[in-house]
């Protein structure tokens, strides 16, 4: 079946420094990939999706790059800020309309300054 | 638009007691999704539904757990007799029939003791 690795579980960095949180995936089909952000106390919102390989979408200053050669999705940025202090999950889903989300288990962002 | 509603938002309840949680999706949305929340675990889907139609319950737990849709738009989930480790929050997500984003309610946290 499906599944998605997110391999840290807590990152702390200092503002200004760039993210790159690391997300694999694996699937029998060729899948979509998501970045949701989730604040304290909040629902996932959605940050990023892909849906062609070696496109990079952007958002927020954040982006990730899909590579279906090693079938990961990390997502990157330049430079931190405090409000991006969150949880964020790696989700895929296949490339049908109202599939559901495989999510990874998520990797915890704190920003100090 | 309004967005993913759900109540309650929280709820505790002693083993064996029974709960419903009730969802209202983004109108003109077609499938409709119950994810499961452990705590610091990303969200796992528990069933979906398009309309009315069960697509996908393999991971309901059918001995305990429960989900409706009767008329295609708001939901029930019910789980009739918790157990301690039924603790998380349970989130209701929406997506429209031609879409492949899903936008997710607030949640409801389940406190079983």
């Known amino acids: 079946g499906d599944s998605v690795t997110q391999t840290e579980g807590l990152v702390t960095l200092t503002e200004g420094l760039p993210v790159m949180l690391n997300c694999t995936y694996q699937?029998?089909?060729?899948?979509?990939l998501f970045w949701y952000v989730q604040h304290l106390n909040e629902a996932p919102k959605l940050l990023l999706k892909?849906?062609?390989?070696?496109k990079r979408p952007e958002h927020q200053g954040f982006h990730a790059t899909l590579h279906k050669s090693s079938s990961s999705f990390h997502l990157q940025k330049s430079s931190a800020q405090l409000s991006d202090s969150a949880l964020y999950y790696c989700?895929?889903?296949?490339?049908?309309?109202?599939?559901?989300?495989?999510f990874g288990g998520g990797t915890r962002l704190t920003v100090r300054p | 638009e309004a967005g993913v509603t759900q109540s309650p938002r929280y709820a505790v309840l002693q083993e064996g007691q029974a709960v419903s949680f009730w969802c209202d999706p983004i109108s003109g949305h077609d499938t409709l999704y119950w994810y499961q929340q452990p705590r610091d675990q990303g969200p796992q889907l528990l069933v979906y539904f398009r309309d009315e139609a069960v697509i996908d319950n393999s991971q309901l737990p059918s001995d305990r757990f429960s989900a409706v849709r009767p008329k295609g738009t708001n939901s029930t989930l019910k789980i009739q007799s918790a157990k301690q480790g039924d603790t998380a929050t349970y989130l209701c997500a929406s997506s429209p029939d031609w879409g492949y984003e899903q936008y997710f309610g607030p949640g409801t946290r389940l406190t079983v003791l």
């Open positions: 699937s029998t089909y060729s899948p979509f």
């Open positions: 892909s849906f062609t390989d070696n």
């Open positions: 989700a895929l889903s296949d490339n049908n309309a109202g599939a559901k989300l495989t």
